[in-house]
C-alpha cells in the first residue's frame, strides 16, 4: 500500500452536532451538523455553537430546505464573516432551494444579499446548485441530494468520505419512497439521521407538516428492510422529546438511538 492509499482510507469523517432539536427553545439547538470543521449541514445554530476561531473555517453550507430553524444561523454567521475580513463561503443545494433563499431572504428586504458583497466577483456567498441523486464533490467529500416530502422544496442526503463510507439524512420529511428505495440499496452507509418530530399520537399532524413520528420510521425501516442500520433520530420537538424517547424505548429496537447535542460521530 502507498503512502497515498493509507491517507485515503484511514481517514475519518467527523461530524459534530451543534444543533439537532425541531425548535429552538431553552437549551435546545435546531439543525445544524458541523463536518471535518469546514462544511455545515444547515445553519440553524452555528454562531450560538461555535468560537470565531471555528466559524472561519468553514467553506460550506450544505443546505436541506429554507425554514427557518435550519437557516436562522446562516445570517448572523455571513454577517460575521464579512466583519473579519470576509473569505467566501459556498451555499450548496439543489436549484429550487437557493432560488427560495436570494428571491425570499438575501433580498435586501429580510437580509442583505451577500452573493453581492462586497461585490459580484468577490461576494461573501458563492451559490452552487447540484443536481439530484447525482454525487457532487465538495473538497474530499461527495454530496448527493434527494427529493423529499415536506411542505417546502427539501433534499435529504447521502454523504460519503473518499474512500466510500458515509452516512444518510432524511432532513424534515414524512414517508418518501425514493429515500428509503435508495436506503436500502446504497453500500457502506454507517447510519441513518432520520427526522422524528412528533409522538405517534400525533401522526396526522406529523404527515400534514411533513414529518414523522417512531411509528412511521419504524414503518419505513420494516418496509424496506433495513432493520440492520443504525439511526439516529433527529429534529425531536422538545416538548415531546420524553414521550418520543419512551415510544423508541418500548419498540425493543436497539438500532434506533437518539441524536444528541453535543454529541461527535465519526465514520
Known amino acids: 500500500m502507498t503512502q497515498l492509499q493509507a491517507i485515503t482510507y484511514n481517514q475519518v469523517m467527523n461530524i459534530k452536532i451543534l444543533g439537532c432539536s425541531g425548535n429552538y427553545v431553552g437549551r ?119 427529493l423529499m416530502t415536506h411542505t417546502v422544496y427539501t433534499v435529504g442526503y447521502v454523504v460519503r468520505q473518499q474512500n466510500g463510507e458515509g452516512f444518510m439524512f432524511t432532513a424534515d420529511t414524512g414517508p418518501t419512497k425514493r429515500f428509503w428505495e435508495l436506503a436500502h440499496d446504497e453500500k457502506n452507509i454507517h447510519f441513518i439521521m432520520a427526522d422524528v418530530s412528533f409522538p405517534d399520537r400525533l401522526s396526522n399532524l406529523a404527515l400534514i407538516s411533513g414529518h414523522m413520528t417512531p411509528s412511521i420510521l419504524m414503518d419505513m425501516i420494516d418496509r424496506y428492510d433495513l432493520g440492520d442500520r443504525t439511526f439516529y433520530v433527529t429534529h425531536i420537538k422538545p416538548i415531546f422529546g420524553r414521550e418520543i424517547t419512551r415510544e423508541f424505548v418500548r419498540s425493543g429496537r436497539p438500532n434506533i438511538r437518539i441524536l444528541r447535542q453535543g454529541q461527535t460521530l465519526e465514520i
Open 28 to 146: 435546545h439547538r435546531t439543525t445544524c451538523f458541523l463536518i471535518d470543521g469546514s462544511l455545515l449541514i444547515d445553519a440553524g445554530t452555528v454562531t450560538d455553537s461555535l468560537p470565531r476561531k471555528d466559524l472561519s473555517k468553514i467553506k460550506r453550507v450544505l443546505v436541506t430546505h429554507t425554514h427557518m430553524d435550519h437557516l436562522k444561523g446562516l445570517f448572523p454567521f455571513v454577517d460575521e464573516i464579512a466583519m473579519m475580513g470576509g473569505h467566501s463561503i459556498e451555499l450548496v443545494s439543489a436549484a429550487p432551494v437557493l432560488d427560495i433563499i436570494t428571491n425570499n431572504l438575501l433580498n435586501n428586504l429580510i437580509w442583505p444579499d451577500f452573493t453581492v458583497i462586497p461585490s459580484a466577483m468577490d461576494a461573501i456567498i458563492k451559490l452552487r446548485d447540484i443536481p439530484l441523486e447525482k454525487p457532487s464533490h465538495l473538497d474530499g467529500i461527495a454530496v448527493k441530494p434527494i
